[in-house]
C-alpha cells in the first residue's frame, strides 16, 4: 500500500492534467501488452495490437515488462505532439539514462543492449526511437481520438464533482482502490508500503485510458504525480434503444451534456421536470450515450465516447447537427 499525506497547501494545489498524455499512455500500452491485464479499450484492442505488432518494438518490451517499476524518462509530461515526445524520450540525457536504467537493473533484468542505451549510443538511441514510433503507430495512433475523448469527459466530471463536492469528493471517488481518509489518500493496489508526505509539493492527477490500476510518481521539478484509470461505464448499445432515442428533447439532453451537468441542472436547461429528464436519461443510458453516477445526494450525467460522437455528427433533416447551436426553446 501506498499512502499519500497531504498538507493544507497541498489540497489548494490538486490539479488535473489538461489533456490526455500521450507518452504515459504509449508506457502503459506496453506493460499491459505483457500481462493479464484487462485495458481501458478491451481486450479487442489488446489482441489487435499484439496481431500487428512487428520486432521492432522488442526494446520498448524490454524496459517496460512489469508494473512495479518503469523509467520516468519513457513518459514526459506535457508533450501534445507524440512524435516530439518520442524524440524528447530518444534524446533523454545520458545521466538520466544511466540512473533510472540502473534502478531498473534492480528489480528485474534487461537485456545486454540497454548497457548502449545508459551511456547514450546513438545505435541504442535510434533503436529505441524506432521502437517508439511502432508502438505508437499500432497501439495509439488508431485509437487516439476515442482515448482523448475519454480523458476529456472524465476531466469534466472530475470538475463538476469537485464543483458539487469539494476536494473530499473529488479524492474519495478517483478509484476503487483509492481510499480518501483525510488527510491520507491510500492506495490498497499498489505493492509498495511507504507513506509519502506532499509537503506542500501539490498532486497532479493524470487520467489514463490504459493504465490498469492508479500509479504514483516522484518527478523532479514537478506535484507528486497520480495516474489513475478511465472508469468506463458504459454498456454497448442496444441498437432498439438507440432506435426510440432522437426526439427533439433527448436530443437536447445529448447536446446540453457535452457539459457535464445533474438531473436538476438539465431539467432547467431543457424545461422539463426532473421526473421527465429521468426517464430520458435512462433511455440514453440504456443505449450506451450517457454515463450516470451519484456524487453526494445528486445525480451526475455526462457524456460517453460514443454519445459525444453522435453530438459531433448527427444530422437532421434541416441539415443541422446535435453539435449546432440548439434553437431558442421558450418555458411552456
Same mark, same amino acid.
Given at each position: 500500500?501506498?499512502?499519500?499525506?497531504?498538507?493544507?497547501?497541498?489540497?489548494?494545489?490538486?490539479?488535473? !492534467?489538461?489533456?490526455?498524455?500521450?507518452?504515459?499512455?504509449? !508506457?502503459?500500452?506496453?506493460?499491459?501488452?505483457?500481462?493479464?491485464?484487462?485495458?481501458?479499450?478491451?481486450?479487442?484492442?489488446?489482441?489487435?495490437?499484439?496481431?500487428?505488432?512487428?520486432?521492432?518494438?522488442?526494446?520498448?518490451?524490454?524496459?517496460?515488462?512489469?508494473?512495479?517499476?518503469?523509467?520516468?524518462?519513457?513518459?514526459?509530461?506535457?508533450?501534445?505532439?507524440?512524435?516530439?515526445?518520442?524524440?524528447?524520450? !530518444?534524446?533523454?540525457?545520458?545521466?538520466?539514462?544511466?540512473?533510472?536504467?540502473?534502478?531498473?537493473?534492480?528489480?528485474?533484468?534487461?537485456?545486454?543492449?540497454?548497457?548502449?542505451?545508459?551511456?547514450?549510443?546513438?545505435?541504442?538511441?535510434?533503436?529505441?526511437?524506432?521502437?517508439?514510433?511502432?508502438?505508437?503507430?499500432? =497501439?495509439?495512433?488508431?485509437?487516439?481520438?476515442?482515448?482523448?475523448?475519454?480523458?476529456?469527459?472524465?476531466?469534466?466530471?472530475?470538475?463538476?464533482?469537485?464543483?458539487?463536492?469539494?476536494?473530499?469528493?473529488?479524492?474519495?471517488?478517483?478509484?476503487?482502490?483509492?481510499?480518501?481518509?483525510?488527510?491520507?489518500?491510500?492506495?490498497?493496489?499498489?505493492?509498495?508500503?511507504?507513506?509519502?508526505?506532499?509537503?506542500?509539493?501539490?498532486?497532479?492527477?493524470?487520467?489514463?485510458?490504459?493504465?490498469?490500476?492508479?500509479?504514483?510518481?516522484?518527478?523532479?521539478?514537478?506535484?507528486?504525480?497520480?495516474?489513475?484509470?478511465?472508469?468506463?461505464?458504459?454498456?454497448?448499445?442496444?441498437?432498439?434503444?438507440?432506435?426510440?432515442?432522437?426526439?427533439?428533447?433527448?436530443?437536447?439532453?445529448?447536446?446540453?451534456?457535452?457539459?457535464?451537468?445533474?438531473?436538476?441542472?438539465?431539467?432547467?436547461?431543457?424545461?422539463?421536470?426532473?421526473?421527465?429528464?429521468?426517464?430520458?436519461? =435512462?433511455?440514453?443510458?440504456?443505449?450506451?450515450?450517457?454515463?450516470?453516477?451519484?456524487?453526494?445526494?445528486?445525480?451526475?450525467?455526462?457524456?460517453?465516447?460514443?454519445?459525444?460522437?453522435?453530438?459531433?455528427?448527427?444530422?437532421?433533416?434541416?441539415?443541422?447537427?446535435?453539435?449546432?447551436? !440548439?434553437?431558442?426553446?421558450?418555458?411552456?
Amino acid at each position: 500500500m501506498v499512502a499519500l499525506r497531504f498538507t493544507s497547501e497541498d489540497l489548494r494545489r490538486i490539479t488535473i !492534467a489538461p489533456r490526455a498524455e500521450a507518452m504515459v499512455e504509449l !508506457a502503459f500500452s506496453a506493460m499491459v501488452l505483457q500481462t493479464a491485464e484487462t485495458p481501458g479499450l478491451g481486450h479487442d484492442w489488446k489482441h489487435t495490437v499484439a496481431a500487428r505488432l512487428r520486432t521492432e518494438t522488442t526494446p520498448i518490451f524490454d524496459l517496460v515488462r512489469q508494473f512495479r517499476y518503469f523509467p520516468d524518462f519513457l513518459s514526459p509530461l506535457g508533450v501534445a505532439d507524440p512524435a516530439a515526445g518520442i524524440d524528447t524520450v !530518444a534524446d533523454t540525457p545520458v545521466t538520466d539514462l544511466e540512473t533510472q536504467l540502473t534502478m531498473l537493473r534492480e528489480v528485474q533484468r534487461i537485456p545486454t543492449w540497454t548497457s548502449g542505451l545508459a551511456a547514450g549510443r546513438l545505435g541504442a538511441r535510434k533503436e529505441l526511437r524506432t521502437a517508439l514510433r511502432q508502438l505508437y503507430r499500432v =497501439a495509439l495512433e488508431p485509437y487516439w481520438e476515442t482515448i482523448s475523448t475519454r480523458v476529456h469527459t472524465d476531466r469534466m466530471v472530475r470538475g463538476q464533482v469537485m464543483l458539487n463536492g469539494g476536494v473530499d469528493a473529488l479524492l474519495a471517488t478517483l478509484h476503487p482502490t483509492l481510499h480518501w481518509r483525510p488527510p491520507i489518500l491510500e492506495c490498497v493496489a499498489s505493492v509498495c508500503t511507504p507513506t509519502v508526505d506532499l509537503k506542500g509539493r501539490g498532486l497532479l492527477l493524470i487520467p489514463s485510458v490504459l493504465a490498469p490500476r492508479p500509479a504514483f510518481a516522484e518527478l523532479p521539478g514537478k506535484p507528486i504525480c497520480l495516474f489513475y484509470p478511465v472508469r468506463v461505464t458504459e454498456r454497448p448499445t442496444d441498437g432498439a434503444a438507440l432506435a426510440a432515442l432522437l426526439g427533439a428533447t433527448r436530443a437536447a439532453v445529448l447536446q446540453e451534456l457535452a457539459n457535464p451537468s445533474t438531473t436538476t441542472q438539465l431539467a432547467d436547461k431543457v424545461f422539463v421536470s426532473p421526473s421527465a429528464i429521468s426517464q430520458h436519461t =435512462a433511455v440514453l443510458r440504456r443505449a450506451g450515450l450517457i454515463t450516470t453516477r451519484r456524487v453526494g445526494p445528486a445525480v451526475m450525467h455526462g457524456l460517453t465516447p460514443l454519445g459525444s460522437q453522435l453530438v459531433q455528427a448527427t444530422p437532421f433533416e434541416d441539415g443541422s447537427s446535435l453539435a449546432a447551436p !440548439a434553437p431558442a426553446r421558450a418555458r411552456p
